[in-house]
């Protein structure tokens, strides 16, 4: 069975209550969709903003078993087996072997910690905002490992590698699809 975006949200909502894990939702579900369309994937993007969506559905209730319990609850509820192994490929080499193999299952690697970083920097301006964030800015941050320190850095190079750009490419894509999302404030 797949879900719509509102299905997808009813879902994530059963699971996630707190703010900052729902606003990082919305934002990896938006970034999802802006990929999606930029890289020639439109005909797909609900299934990446989808994907986006639920990408930390486990998260909040089961942290230890991050990218595991999520497979159970959708599988349970008899989801669509690439919709479960898209959203769990993001926990690859952490919690799961479920290497990201589609481009989308890559860019949601790449930029799940890379959205937080982002938006943390973004927060350290003046405006508050990613509107007038530069990728040296991010870049500066990025090298500073105390900063935002539960963002993976190794996971982040890595996302860029398997995307075959260079970090600074995929910190700019990046910013550019978090500038075009309603849920960045």
Not at 105 to 124: C, N, S
Request: overall charge negative.
């Amino acid at each position: 069975m797949s879900l719509n975006y509102n299905e997808a949200l009813a879902l994530l909502k059963e699971y996630n209550e707190g703010d900052f894990h729902l606003k990082h939702a919305y934002v990896v579900s938006d970034v999802m969709g802006w990929f999606a369309e930029t890289l020639g994937y439109g005909e797909e993007k609900d299934f990446w903003v989808v994907v986006g969506l639920l990408h930390d559905l486990d998260f909040e209730r089961y942290p230890d078993q991050h990218c595991i319990k999520s497979q159970e609850i959708m599988r349970e509820r008899g989801l669509e087996e690439c919709l479960v192994r898209a959203t769990a490929s993001h926990g690859y080499g952490i919690t799961v072997d479920i290497k990201p193999e589609h481009q989308m299952e890559k860019v949601l690697f790449a930029t799940d910690e890379l959205t937080g970083l982002i938006g943390a920097a973004a927060l350290m301006r003046p405006s508050k905002s990613v509107g007038d964030l530069e990728v040296k800015s991010v870049k500066k941050k990025y090298k500073d490992k105390k900063f935002a320190a539960g963002c993976s850095r190794e996971v982040i190079q890595q996302g860029a590698d398997m995307l075959g750009w260079t970090l600074d490419e995929l910190i700019d894509r990046t910013i550019q699809a978090m500038r075009a999302s309603a849920n960045v404030d």
